[in-house]
């Protein structure tokens, strides 16, 4: 079975760094800008976990996590943001406490394990039905 991920990041740069990573390891990656884009892929794809940036323009991280998770409450998540942005995280952390942590900038090994953990800790979401 081939894993869907979402990359979901204002940045173009992190998105591009993080597909190439991915990519090389087997994953299928989709890539959105916003919040509006990451719930339309929540919506019309089947994803297997989902990388979230927290402080994104417009819809914030947090915003878009309530909705994925009153959705797909068994969806992985990992929020990504900076040490600085600490009291955000610790917010979605008290509503959703399944929810990991990336500190940026990060160490593409560690992207790379935290996943393959993931995936290993979380069945597929199929065979939790």
């Known amino acids: ?8 990041d204002d ?3 992190v998105r591009f760094l993080l597909r ?5 390891e087997g994953y299928e990656v989709l890539e959105a800008a916003n919040g509006r884009e990451a719930l339309f892929y929540s919506t019309n794809s089947d994803l297997s976990l989902v990388l979230l940036d927290v402080k994104m323009p417009g819809m914030t ?12 409450p068994d969806l ?14 610790n917010k979605a952390l008290e509503f959703h406490p399944k929810v990991l942590f990336l500190s940026k ?15 290993i800790y979380t069945p597929p979401l199929d065979k939790l039905e």
């Open 1 to 8: 079975m081939n894993r869907r991920l979402l990359i979901v």
């Open 11 to 13: 940045n173009r740069g």
């Open 20 to 24: 190439e990573l991915l990519s090389t």
């Open 61 to 72: 991280g947090l915003e878009v996590l309530d909705k994925l998770k009153s959705s797909n």
């Open 76 to 89: 992985p998540v990992i929020l990504m943001s900076a040490y600085s942005e600490m009291e955000l995280l």
């Open 105 to 119: 900038p990060f160490d593409l090994n560690n992207v790379r394990e935290l996943i393959k953990n993931t995936f």
